[in-house]
């Protein structure tokens, strides 16, 4: 797979450039930031400053974007003090603690000091991972996810090390890959999946889901495929200490032979690279050597979505795509992977069949639905998913009783923020109706909670209303149709 590069530094080793010819219109939010450069880094002085590091991170893209063939030798020198003190800067403030019991106000207090001695300890060799703190929260089909929270050095190092290495997969990384990248968004993917299905010949759409992804992760698959492009064994040293750093649940420190960690900053990028070599950069292939008709690809993280224009398309690359997965050590979800009728014709085509409507389909929170205008033409509809809506609600039930005896004001506020909130990402055309539905059930929750805390004094639902009017504000469209914000944002 890898040889050494005639003209280059024999450090350099080359490889098989990633093949990204062929954007198709679901893909065609795929610019690529980035200028010319050199992939064999100077070393830089370790008291870097407010202007040197982003200079040289730019550096790093420019070569990454010009040299595909070649791995970076020298990227451990980036993780100076001023790279360390942004990395816990961009933390979240109120982020749980880890195993170290560390929360970042108590850091905060003494951060200087504090960095400079991991910075020393980084650069030494004498840094150790800790293992992770094990939580569970709930996902809304009643299951529970489990997270791995990190000590807070750990995270530190970690946000780094990812900011970093960001700039060499960023431009690797191909056009329809959304999830956790600079720059993109899930209602980029959204807009690029609806658009897709609208202006391209499809027929067909693959659900697919891979079962327990994030703790499914071949450490030893993980690490080859970071060797293609980074030739540093430090960060290499880095990453493999995280890995196998395990998790502390229940008292008991179990070591981690597989998965990245769901939860820790820098599992995100991780996954992606798992991602990119697995399944992007095969399917891209797929596309353009064994697809008969037309194909759109969207994935954001583990969340796939694959469009044919013909089902014989979709049949065989799902068959294909599971073969691929199990060569490294992922599965299908036989539950939750779907190949099913949806397009302009998806109803004609089951009609002909004898079948009802067609079926629906769910993405990043929204269930899709084939519909229609006004007109009769085709459109696509995107309702919330109610599971989601349900869990959201019951969310806020509980928060409500823990503040039923404060003021309504104080009461009044919250919500309002809650509300804004879920408009915010939930305001998408075609969901109006749902997002009424949440404000009304939102309402009679608060009128509940209201009801509880007094016996005495009957709360009719005319003068809720009206409480509800003073805080709450009514659901407005926030986002333009998909094509229209497509179309600025990548006006080719």
Known sequence: MMHDHEESDPAIVAMNPANKTGVPVAEQGERRAGTEGNAVQQPMHRAQNRESMPHALERIRKAARHRKKERFTSLFHHLGTEALREAFFALKREAASGVDGMT??????????????????????????KPSRRVYIPKPDGRQRPLAVAALEDKIVQRATATVLNQIYEEDFLGFSYGFRQGRSQHDALDALYVGIDR????????????????????????????HRVGDKRIIRLIQKWLKAGVLEDGVIKAAERGTGQGAVISPLLANIYLHYVFDLWTE????????????????????VVGFQYEADGRRFLNMMRQRLEEFALQLNPDKTRLIAFGRFAAQWRKQRGFAKPETFDFLGFTH?????????????????????????KEIKEELRRRMHQPIPQQGKWLRQVLQGYYAYHAVPTNMRSLRIFRHQLIRLWMNSLYRRSQRHRLHWERMKEIAD???????????????????????
């Open 104 to 129: 970042w106000r108590t850091y905060e207090a003494d951060a200087d000091r504090l960095i400079c001695d991991l910075h020393q300890k980084v650069q030494s060799g004498k840094y150790r991972a």
């Open 200 to 227: 391209r010949k499809v027929g067909f759409i693959l659900d697919a889901d891979i079962a327990g992804f994030f703790d499914a992760v071949s450490q030893d698959w993980l690490l080859r495929f970071l060797e």
């Open 285 to 304: 292939r797929w596309r353009r050597r064994e697809a008969i008709g037309d194909m759109i690809i969207v994935r954001y993280a583990d969340d796939i």
């Open 369 to 393: 639905i084939c519909g229609r205008t006004r007109l009769g033409r085709f459109q696509i509809l995107r309702k919330s998913r109610r599971t989601r809506r349900i869990a959201k609600l």
């Open 470 to 492: 003073d805080w709450l504000p009514n659901p407005k469209i926030l986002h333009p149709w998909p094509r229209e914000r497509f179309s600025v944002k990548y006006p080719r």
